[in-house]
């Protein structure tokens, strides 16, 4: 069966890099519309102009805009699918359903501390996306992508103070979905904290028991 799956959770929780694995090793093909909309904000193309404000200030893209990238994006996959940072309000998911069938979502839950500590030490590669850590997962190669070999930067809101808004941006807007899911019967919660690779069994424990 051709599962979709959302992930939710706060901004650092690891959504990027368990869906990352995961696709590296379950065949799930990956939508983060934060890579998506990162990437039309780099060319420049009208998405990416509106876009760029809300990102830089730690909102949310209007939902309008996040709805028409993933209607173009799911109408291209087919096989299992992995949602990476969408939904992330009660319209985005609403509509979502009314585009396709969710079969679970998984919520990674981690202290709120912890993940400003994450996401201020956050370095992601320019050209493949992949997302590494100065202190809990560093390239073998100070500032260059163990993947692809390209350079690694730091998210221009990957600063302390953007990622409060982000927090505050999650706990009012995303939040809800845990509920919106639950009601569902396609809510689970996973624990975000500790190794990279104890997270990851968790959530394939959670896909194996669906
Ligand atoms: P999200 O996509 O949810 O914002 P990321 O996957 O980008 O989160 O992870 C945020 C940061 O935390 C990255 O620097 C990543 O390397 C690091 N990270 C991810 N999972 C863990 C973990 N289990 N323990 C420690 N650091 C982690
Ligand atoms: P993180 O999970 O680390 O917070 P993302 O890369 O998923 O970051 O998202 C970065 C930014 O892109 C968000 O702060 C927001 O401005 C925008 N964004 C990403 N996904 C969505 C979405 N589904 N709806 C609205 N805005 C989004
Ligand atoms: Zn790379």
């Known amino acids: 069966m051709d599962m979709k799956i959302v992930l939710l959770g706060p901004p650092g929780c690891g959504k990027g890099t368990q869906a990352e694995r995961l696709t590296a090793n379950l065949k799930f093909t990956k939508i983060s519309t934060g890579d998506l909309l990162r990437?039309?904000?780099?060319?420049?193309?009208?998405?990416?102009?509106?876009?760029?404000?809300?990102?830089?200030?730690?909102?949310?893209?209007?939902d309008e805009l996040v709805i028409g990238l993933i209607k173009e994006k799911l109408a291209d996959i087919k096989g299992p699918v992995l949602l990476d940072g969408f939904p992330r309000s009660l319209e985005q998911?609403?509509?979502?359903?009314?585009?396709?069938?969710?079969?679970?979502?998984i919520d990674i839950g981690v202290n709120e501390e912890k993940l400003v500590k994450r996401i201020v030490l956050r370095r992601s590669c320019k050209n493949c996306g992949a997302v590494y850590h100065l202190e809990f997962s560093p390239p073998k190669v100070e500032g260059k992508c163990d993947k692809c070999g390209n350079e690694l930067y730091q998210r221009s809101d990957d600063t302390e103070?953007?990622?409060?808004?982000?927090?505050?941006?999650?706990?009012?807007k995303t939040l809800p979905l845990a509920n919106y899911y639950k009601q569902k019967g396609i809510l689970r919660t996973v624990d975000g904290e500790g190794d990279i690779s104890e997270v990851y069994d968790r959530i394939v424990k959670v896909l194996k028991a669906k």
């Open 39 to 62: 990437e039309a904000v780099r060319l420049n193309t009208p998405l990416g102009q509106q876009a760029k404000q809300f990102m830089d200030a730690g909102k949310l893209v209007p």
């Open 93 to 105: 998911a609403r509509r979502l359903d009314e585009l396709t069938k969710i079969d679970l979502a």
């Open 161 to 172: 103070a953007t990622v409060r808004e982000r927090l505050k941006t999650y706990n009012d």
